[in-house]
C-alpha cells in the first residue's frame, strides 16, 4: 500500500467528520511517524492515528507547508 505524502503542519481534509459538535473534515498534521497526530480544526481536540487508518481516512491536501523551513 502506497502512503499518503503529507508534511507536517499540512491541512488535510478526511473521509470522515471528527465526531465534535463541529463535525470538522479538516485537520492539521501536527506529528508526523508511525503515527500522526492530527489537529481538528474545528474544536482543537488532538487526535492520534495509526499511518495505516490515516491512508484509509485521508481525502485530500488543503494547505501544503512543505515550502516552509522551521527552525528547531
Ligand atoms: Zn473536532
Not at 485537520?27 to 492530527?38: C, E, N, R, Y
Amino acid at each position: 500500500m502506497e502512503l499518503i505524502k503529507v508534511n507536517l503542519y499540512d491541512e488535510v481534509e478526511m473521509k470522515k467528520p471528527h465526531p465534535c459538535v463541529h463535525k470538522s473534515h479538516r485537520f492539521q498534521v501536527i506529528m508526523l511517524g508511525a503515527d500522526l497526530k492530527l489537529q481538528c480544526l474545528g474544536c482543537g481536540n488532538i487526535v492520534m492515528i495509526s499511518r495505516i487508518k490515516f491512508n484509509q481516512k485521508f481525502k485530500k491536501i488543503l494547505n501544503s507547508h512543505e515550502t516552509i523551513i522551521f527552525d528547531k
